[in-house]
């Protein structure tokens, strides 16, 4: 990471929260970056991998929520430190050798819609709170949900099943 040329702007407060109270819901809320920007309003982020090729890092910046969090400390920077962000960089680091970086941005667009999953997180946590009321995802539906497996998986199953010569009248 030390080689990496953005490793730099890992500069300012490090790993330091960020609280303030949300002005529709009265939620607290808590943002931490790896750094808080002293000398800009450019933010930095590291980010562990498993590998640093495209595709992994849109499925981790989608599976771990990145854009969200994102749109999460952008708000917190604005709300805590009266400073508009002016760019987010995550910088990926492979976990093992030869430990390969990247650095990426995600798009303002997925970003701002980050912001608005965050406003239904929100808006839900906050009715939770109000009713003491914790329902699970499949609240209502008792009895009534059918679960069908994932397009690959059926893929998979239908390769198994022709290699087995089996597959006949297998979607």
Known sequence: LGAHPLSGALNGAIERSLFWKDKETGIWLKARPDAIPTDSADYTDVKTTRSVAWGALTQAID??????????IRDASRAVLGMDMQSFTLIFVEKNPPYATRDVRVSAHDIEEGAKENRVAIRLFAKCV??????????????????????????????????AGLNHGVE
């Open 130 to 163: 109000k009713e003491n009321r914790w329902p699970g995802p499949g609240e209502g539906n008792e009895g009534n949900e059918t679960v069908n497996l994932s397009n690959i998986s059926r893929e998979r199953r239908a390769e198994r099943l022709r290699l």
């Open 63 to 72: 599976r771990f929520g990145y854009y969200r969090q994102i749109a999460l």
